[in-house]
């Protein structure tokens, strides 16, 4: 079992930054994937960076060059740095985790792929 808490959003304007944090209660470096998701009301929950087992990272085409997915392993903590942000990134962000054995290449930008998640934080970007 993975707890995951989200901290940090908030509401900025257009062309602003934050900076999510998610703590995580365990993780196991090559058999854990953990990856930011958000959801917009109205609209299906995608997947905007994600980490895989061994450091590899992947982003959605609409947040690439803008987001950063990283990942201080003493704390167990996974951090979404939020650059230029859009209204368009107007959401509830959330933490997402999963355990098992992992390609050294994977990553995954799927929420079905992950069964575990915090409780969501909402960033709201006014323009």
């Known amino acids: 079992q993975v707890q995951l808490v989200e901290s940090g959003g908030g509401s900025v304007q257009s062309g602003g930054s934050l900076r999510l944090s998610c703590g995580a209660s365990k993780y196991t470096y090559g058999r854990t994937i953990m990856g930011w998701f958000r959801q917009a009301p109205g609209k299906e929950r995608e997947g905007v960076a994600a980490l895989g087992p061994y450091g590899i990272t992947g982003y959605a085409d609409s947040v690439k060059g803008r987001f950063t997915i990283s990942q201080d392993n003493p704390e167990n903590t996974l951090y979404l740095q939020m650059n230029s942000l859009k209204p368009d990134d107007t959401a509830m962000y959330y933490c997402?985790?999963?355990?098992?054995?992992?390609?050294?290449?994977?990553?995954?930008?799927?929420?079905?792929?992950?069964?575990?998640w915090g409780q969501g934080t909402q960033v709201t970007v006014s323009s």
């Open positions: 997402a985790a999963a355990q098992g054995s992992y390609g050294s290449r994977y990553y995954s930008l799927n929420p079905d792929n992950y069964n575990y």
